[in-house]
């Protein structure tokens, strides 16, 4: 039992070290939509606050940095953004619901981003993104889009670690927001223990 946890905490240990990514087939939710459940799918689209939506549902909600700097984007993300640049502010965390993984989300943005009015993001710490981007006045939100996580996917990889609940798959949805006329894109990808899928 010892070795399999000291296996786990390894193999964490190594994912954690730099971005997982979010690399996957994104798609407009109608397309998905006959494929999901109803809880799943109102999940996926709600335009909410998550991190708001998330506390209903808790005595404590934690957000745990597994990665944040300066890293090269993919060039899905740098279409998306509309960037030339390769680099940009990455930063990875898992939502924690009574210390249970509810959500892996990932932020990236244009260093630039950073530096705009009620900007700071990477000086969030242990607060949500959600409680910064929902409490600014201009905030501005895309269509959001969602896609399936399939096991070989480095997501599926670490939800393995963090729950003793597999899924056949997972899912997560993306959108970016416009924060004082320049944009972020937020994944969110929903893991094993986390109530959409019950």
Known sequence: MSD????????????ADYPIGCDANW???SILMK???????????????LTARLKLHCQEFTVEILTEGNYPLSDDEKTKL???????????????LDGIPWVFARSVMPLNVLTAPG?????????????????????QRSEIEIAEFDTQSRVYELSGLLSSTPKL????????????GKSLLVSEVFLPDALAYK
């Open 4 to 15: 399999n946890i000291n296996n786990k905490q390894m193999s964490k240990s190594r994912l």
């Open 169 to 180: 798959s997972l899912f997560g949805r993306r959108s970016c927001f416009l924060l004082a």
């Open 82 to 96: 509309n960037l030339t640049e390769s680099i940009g502010f990455v930063r990875e965390v898992l939502l924690k």
């Open 35 to 49: 494929d999901l459940s109803a809880d799943l799918y109102d999940w996926l689209v709600d335009t909410g606050s």
């Open 119 to 139: 900007g700071e993001l990477d000086k969030l710490g242990t607060r949500s993104l959600g409680s910064v981007l929902f409490s600014t006045p201009d905030m």
């Open 27 to 29: 798609l407009w939710p």
